[in-house]
């Protein structure tokens, strides 16, 4: 973790050659005789040209423009039960023992409260003065700063964040349907200036759509069956591309200066375009953290690391400040569409591409407000909003509280998220949840589950 450029581990063994070298020896396989069988992949998404809508001028700004496949539903279907059956694997318990990890879910680190505050709207154009951002105020948040350890693939910070609103939005969990709060779901990532690449960022997500996540997981579940797949040249062009995108992404952020960095020094981002009204827009975190210069590691496990150094901040007492920033898209910072890989128009990739990064220097992320996060409660911070409880590791041990959840679906119309992988994320998240709840935590019986956190 603390080379000079690390990557994640290689495995060793039999796993090394289910995971490693026969799909490599597949896809060469594949490229050579692939090409009389090749056909349409039914991991790549096919557009026809009669969506295209012509681009307008660089500066102009790009309308949300979704296309909906006819087999969604289906694809949803076999995501969500790929991500629910990982629950499934472990040992039936009530979440505390020290083995237990879902590897989707993530770690924890623990729960802040501070406040948003919207100030300075004159960033955005009129017609983005929508949802949130139509108007100058302060909303109470809660903060889950959470580390996600996918096995040694992905190591990386994610924030969620609750803001209590004074009207109401939509919920997908509410039994009304509707909550007085709305949901932001961050992931770590770089500044494109900070990166070593332009076309690059190093964001913390790197799936384009729903058929891609379909097919990594089906190859990391279903072994030599799924291997199979590899031989048609188009399945592999599918894999590669994505492996190339996780790679960078992956290399930006495990380096020496990004993994001794605690959860307050990084910046994050929206994993995917969101619409502002009728246009597109990315979220981004920017902290105001000083690093702290080279921070040693604790461990060897950066999650217990990242654990440690989050204590630490809390028991300093300073604040966690970041700016609230939007990217609203524009022609301009939109890659040509590549004909090798059948892409679409620009309108369509800038809405269904959640990998895609816009460039940022003709689409800057601009301030619209600062997110203060507290240390410790104030003198008058006795009753929290939320949780009612500032720490409840273990709430088997404590009364139960409404479970914390989050989704990026629950949020105003006109901030709604866009594209294929956020309408699986929608239904993902929930069942996925409700699954673990009701096998990993046994809050089968409770109308009211808590929330497990580390």
């Known amino acids: 973790m603390h080379g000079q450029q690390t990557q994640a ?12 070298y026969l799909p490599r020896i597949f896809l ?91 100030d300075a709207l004159d960033a955005l154009p009129e017609e983005c003065r929508r949802g949130l951002f139509t108007s100058p105020g302060i909303y109470d948040v809660v903060a889950r700063p959470n580390f996600l350890r996918d096995e040694d693939k992905i190591r990386v910070s994610r924030l969620s964040l609750k803001i209590r609103t004074d009207f109401d939005v939509p919920n997908v969990y509410a039994f009304s349907g509707t909550a007085q709060e709305l949901d932001l779901l961050l992931s770590e990532g770089l500044r494109q200036a900070d990166s070593e690449r332009g076309d690059q960022d190093g964001q913390g997500f790197f799936f384009r759509d729903a058929r891609q996540l379909r097919y990594m997981h089906q190859l990391d579940t279903q072994g030599l069956k799924a291997l199979w797949s590899l031989l048609k040249k188009s399945n592999g062009d599918v894999l590669e591309t994505q492996q190339d995108i996780m790679t960078r992404a992956l290399d930006c952020l495990y380096t020496p200066t990004q993994s001794s960095k605690n959860w307050a020094e990084k910046d994050y981002y929206s994993a995917g375009p969101y619409r502002l009204g009728g246009v597109l827009m990315k979220f981004g975190l920017r902290t105001r953290q000083h690093t702290a210069g080279k921070r040693a590691p604790k461990s060897s496990s950066l999650s217990h690391d990242q654990r440690v150094w989050f204590d630490e901040w809390k028991n300093d007492g300073a604040p966690a400040i970041f700016d609230l920033c ?114 990993t935590f046994s809050a089968h019986k409770n109308p009211k589950a808590f929330c497990p956190m580390r």
């Open 9 to 20: 581990k290689r495995p060793s063994g039999v796993r090394a050659l289910l995971e490693y």
């Open 28 to 118: 060469r396989v594949g490229e050579v005789f692939g090409v009389f069988w090749a056909g349409t992949s039914r991991h790549a998404r096919v557009f026809p040209k009669e969506l295209d809508i012509p681009d307008g001028p660089p500066d102009a700004l790009i309308p949300v423009t979704e296309v909906m496949d006819h087999d969604e539903d289906v694809v949803f279907r076999d995501v969500m039960l790929g991500f629910s059956g990982d629950c499934l694997v472990y040992e039936k318990g009530d979440g505390r023992k020290p083995d237990h990890e879902d590897k989707h879910w993530g770690y924890t680190k623990g729960i802040v409260e501070g406040e948003l505050k919207i």
């Open 326 to 439: 939007i990217q609203i898209a524009r022609y301009g910072a939109i890659p040509e569409p590549s004909r090798a890989r059948r892409d679409p128009c620009k309108a369509i990739m800038a809405s269904e591409y959640t990998d895609l990064v816009w460039n940022e220097k003709i689409s800057s992320f601009a301030r619209v407000g600062t997110l203060t996060l507290h240390a410790k409660p104030t003198p008058t911070d006795t009753a929290p909003w939320y949780l009612k409880a500032r720490e409840r590791w273990y709430p088997n041990e404590q009364p139960q509280v409404e479970a914390l959840r989050f989704n990026a679906w629950n949020t105003l119309p006109d901030m709604q998220p866009v594209g294929q992988l956020f309408r699986a994320r929608k239904q993902v998240h929930t069942h996925h949840r409700e699954t673990r709840l009701r096998h």
